[in-house]
């Protein structure tokens, strides 16, 4: 089955990431594919390079990258709203040059995308599955 | 439908609201702090019909790290997080009720 | 592309938090791709279409008259709970009028907001394909 | 002392949990979410006797934001940021019921 | 340096949110600075201090063991609400055994954990100086 | 009379540091002293120079560095929680050259330290006031 999953919550401060992280990496093992993770509000912050947990701790952002999650022309399927990144200080390099800003934060494993590729998500996967606060 | 539950029915309304519009063939998941409601305590009345007739599931790995394994209120199911993804299949529409 | 029931699901109330926000900026970009929209006000959730917000004291934006924009995209069904709005004091006239122009009736406008019952609201989620939650 | 409740007494417990510790001189403030606490409604009980006693505040925009400012239930007093300032200095202690 | 009445307010369960490990985290800073610290428990932050925790299952450090540290560090007044307990069907012997060493009393092994009415924890919150809220 | 104050919760995402900045600014206004504005949890991420909201909308982050709340020394009492930032992936000059991190987001109208400020700021202020979810 083809099951997306969106993301409300930023790493750390809430549950939301661990648990979609391990549901997604459930699908996946049981032979379902994750055709998209849509991190939306404070779910941008899960796709931060800048992300520095203790060495006793586990690196939501690192584990996110590390599920591979792509399509079929190798982009990733790691998607972060570019509305809601913007207000709360995620950038890649392109949208840091369009707002004169030096440095991005972007892990390279993530893309930012537009809202409308939630909506998609929702259209082209057999199930769609809400992480929150 | 599949409706997912995360928070305490101590703290929030969010199972209340699930209750309230929760139709005759659904089931209900409780994940993270949710799984506080499938222990034995003051709330358990507001799940026990539906878990005797065997329609409400908890997370495993949850109810473990919150220490209320033992105390789990009769009829509901556990499951790790293969069992959450063969919920999400087999019951059609997944409803978080973040 | 296939056509699926949306349903966007709000429990919360407007400003403090970002949730009803960023759900209103999903619909209306759900709104150019053809799907069968729902929104449910249920709960808090409820306040986001109370008429006379005015944020002039808080310093945010008041974004509510963007729910009037709804009708010109063709999103037109607005459940809310009617026992939630019972619970908040709250009565039809509380909320804003949202309307649509029904291009099957000669343009007639008509009310995009129902009141139902937490029994209809049952029936209209059950019959969802995808439930976005804010 | 000087209790903020930010949540509204539907969706969560903060505005009870302060209820069952607040002490006799203890004033509430209700800031943010909170204020829907202070409009006329089914929860209106929990706060009423307090508010007679002229110990419930709300901050007014707030109040106006959520557009429930016709609505604000008997002796509930408003107040501006300035006001929610001289509180915190005339009430000691600050508790934040978030 | 002046010494102060430190509360910590503790309300939500571990794991679900990040507020009670970091809350753990200012209480063991504290104890550096001798201030007069107590922590109180109540509503779901009752379940910070349960025992058998077990984070196996979800990928998250449990750090539950971290609370027997407090007692080497003078932290020995840890209120549990006795009314949260009972909502949540909870007892004392369902609380980890936390133990500090009285150094007025040839330091004797005594318990840290009380559990305590709403009315008295009134008492003590009146009495604070300073809450910090988790 | 001083006043501190806690945030615990990002910009955006909750109203704490809207709050948390109109009533600092009417305490400066009524004569009060801001001893110390101390961002813990996600409120960390209020110190992101990388926000970018809409042009209709507040700049949280830059309302704050304008408050320009330093102490006697010039320092900025702006202070993020190093523990919480890292995990969180809010990083500035010093901490990104530690960690091997190209590039850095704090915005200069704050400074990065330890969870002694926020007790230090209970002990010598008057009040203490927290903001949070």
């Not at chain 1, 584990?63 to 998607?79: C, D, F, H, T």
């Not at chain 2, 519009?21 to 409780?30: A, C, E, G, Y």
């Not at chain 3, 592309?1 to 970002?18: Q, W």
Request: charge should be negative.
């Amino acid at each position: 089955m083809k099951i997306s999953i969106q993301i409300n919550e930023g790493p750390y401060q809430h549950q939301a990431s661990d648990t979609a992280y391990l549901f997604a990496k459930a699908a996946i093992d049981a032979g379902h594919e994750i055709f998209r993770v849509f991190f939306y509000h404070d779910g941008v912050n899960n796709a931060s390079r800048f992300t520095m947990p203790p060495q006793d701790d586990r690196n939501v952002v690192n584990q996110w990258a590390e599920l591979n999650i792509k399509n079929a022309s190798g982009e990733p399927e790691l998607v972060v709203c570019i509305a809601a990144a913007l207000r709360r200080g995620m950038l890649d390099e392109s949208e840091a040059n369009k707002n004169g800003v030096e440095g991005n934060n972007i892990h390279p494993a993530f893309r930012i995308s537009g809202l409308g590729q939630l909506i998609e998500a929702g259209i082209q996967s057999d199930r769609l599955v809400v992480f929150g606060d | 439908m599949l409706h997912t539950v995360n928070k305490s029915s101590f703290e929030r309304n969010s199972l209340q609201s699930c209750l309230n519009t929760i139709d005759d063939t659904s089931v209900i998941l409780l994940i993270e702090d949710g799984v506080i409601s499938a222990a034995n305590n003051a709330n358990s009345s507001m799940l026990s019909d539906l878990a005797t007739q065997g329609r409400v599931y908890a997370l495993q790995g949850d109810v473990d790290a919150r220490g209320i394994s033992s105390k789990v209120a009769d009829n509901i199911k556990l499951v790790d997080y293969a069992g959450f993804v063969d919920l999400v299949v087999e019951h059609g529409t997944a409803v978080s009720w973040v | 592309m296939a056509t699926k029931k949306f349903m966007y699901l709000n429990r919360k109330a407007s400003y403090g938090t970002a949730y009803a926000i960023e759900s209103l900026e999903v619909v209306l970009i759900a709104a150019a791709f053809d799907q069968d929209v729902s929104l449910a006000f249920i709960d808090d959730g409820v306040y986001q279409i109370v008429e006379g917000q005015n944020t002039d004291g808080i310093g945010m934006k008041n974004f509510s008259k963007t729910f009037h924009a709804l009708g010109d995209y063709d999103i037109n069904k607005l459940y809310v709970s009617a026992e939630s709005l019972v619970e908040r004091g709250l009565t039809a006239d509380d909320l804003m009028s949202l309307v649509y122009e029904d291009e099957d009736d000669d343009w007639a406008e008509k009310p995009s907001v129902k009141i139902v019952s937490n029994a209809e609201l049952t029936k209209i989620m059950s019959d969802q394909d995808v439930c976005l939650s804010f």
